[in-house]
């Protein structure tokens, strides 16, 4: 069993082969050993928060992760981000014919590793097969689910953010996007960038102490940290104002982002925040974060206020000051 | 907005077009409306059952339905033959670069359909763009929960199953593998033959009134009746017994399966289950499942003994008996 072939889609023996040695392996638990059509799961007393994601990106294997890392990382950011505490995992796969086994060995490793970290079993999972030239090489469904903290009860939409509230990120921005921009181009680009790839769970314990003072938070994954500020201001009677001079981007990430033209606001990320908290809490809250690895370089970049209802403004590390748009195209697809 | 565009996949602007005009539209429930990271949902009293499936049928339309009804109603499905009631949708797009959005417009027509019909919201979702070539048009990966109701607490592993027990099918087999197979050679195969794609939910209040009567469940998608009846005998110290006279073939699946040598016990259904039952609830449960158009033509066709331990036979109609061996290779390819 060295490639993927058309009839490990089948259903029949070769499909059961592939879920025995490679899936199974990797994502033991009992409920998926059951080989049953559904996984069961008893719900504790709070809500439950679910989220999915495709990811499709490319390459597979790039400095700081890869596509099974991210696919894993990426869903339990999105519940943390939503106030819950990740639990239960699923995972789809679409494999192209004729890709290497051992690709995808590496792959649910790297997932296998990743949940086991957060201690989150992959519960259900599906294969489909597609002939060569239909897909490009794997791409990954994930499904998680999470329990709602009750510290977090009141996180959900963006109505909760108040003129004066600050913004925080935690950590510096666009590596994600930069690595996977310089891994295609392997001639032309010498650089060190490794992605942020990480999952955000080391987080929760610190910010749920906050509660209420933590208003919003969002990963800021396609579209980079512009993005997502945008999608906060977004209709909204306040606007956002961040200073261009706050905020993280390293050298190796600026270069590349002259030489190429590429923009690091704009440049997903797969391991760092956006938060709206109180002003009073901000720098406490920032303060806290920086004392764990995943937020050592947090830092407030800006805050809520009347000036532009529903923009973004950035002011320059120059004295002037610009709108960040809304990305109408896509700088990198791909990219997640 | 005529054709996907890989700026569909930014995360910007044509991302959130997407969403509102085409999505929201169609899946229109106060938590997908949120656009947060994750949608909320409160669990009940009762165990959830948690399953995934990945799409990726050729073509999209066929007879009987398309790939938009078949990620609703499969991973319904799913979730009906492992006892529980399916409460909420997730769905996650694969989008090919140039896709007509008339089409992504009809198959999402389709999926809101057949969630509105059986009650149940798309509370969250996700969608990827990858460049011309890496894809075939579109794939859907659906997860679905649901709660597993009182009476089917019991279902879970085939443990359950003794020998006596009977062995019931839903309807005819092997419908969605011929009408699939038949759409793919429009020129050389004239046939009516329509695909079975369709919720089995109906059947679920009906059943559940058997209670552990009713031993095991499962959907015969890919690979057909005979692999399910594989995967049941797998390792048991029992075996199953059918009768070929009483598995119903369709004459116009009959004829295209003696034409192109594929088999209808291992054609694929999308709306056609199998029961393993009680000796004494066989025939009741057979009747009441007739009285509903889903399992109208359900009928019993064999039965669990001590024959052969772990493997499956079919008594022939002209007298003789066969082994049905687990499929080893796929017969077609992106059935599902």
Known sequence: MDRIKIGHGSGGLLTRKLIREVFQKRFNNSEL????????????????VVTTDAFVVDPLFFPGGDIGKMSVCGTINDLVVSGARPLYL????????????AILERITDSMAHEADLA?????????????????DKLYIT??????????FSHLSAISDILPGDRILV???VGLHGAAIFAS??????????????ASLLPLLGILKKWGKEIRFMRDATRGGLATVLNEIADQQKWGLVIEE???LVTKEVSGLCELSGLDP????????????????????????MNRNPQGYQGIVIGECNMELPGRVKMRTRIGGSRILPMLSSDPLPRIC
Chains 1, 2 share one sequence.
């Open 170 to 172: 935690s950590g510096p």
């Open 33 to 48: 050993l059951k080989e049953s059509d559904g996984a069961t799961i008893s719900p504790g007393q709070f809500d439950l």
């Open 142 to 151: 994930t499904t998680g689910i999470g329990e709602k903290i009750p510290e």
């Open 119 to 135: 201690g989150i079993p992959v519960i259900a999972g599906d294969t489909k097969v597609v002939p060569g030239g239909n897909a």
């Open 265 to 288: 606001l704009y440049l997903a990320n797969e391991g760092t925040m956006v938060l709206v908290v109180s002003s009073e809490g901000a720098e406490a809250i920032c303060e806290s």
């Open 245 to 247: 001079s706050d905020v």
């Open 184 to 197: 295609r181009f392997p001639d032309r680009i010498q650089t060190d960038i490794r992605s942020d790839c």
């Open 90 to 101: 699923t995972a789809s796969f679409i494999l192209e014919e004729g890709l290497d086994i």
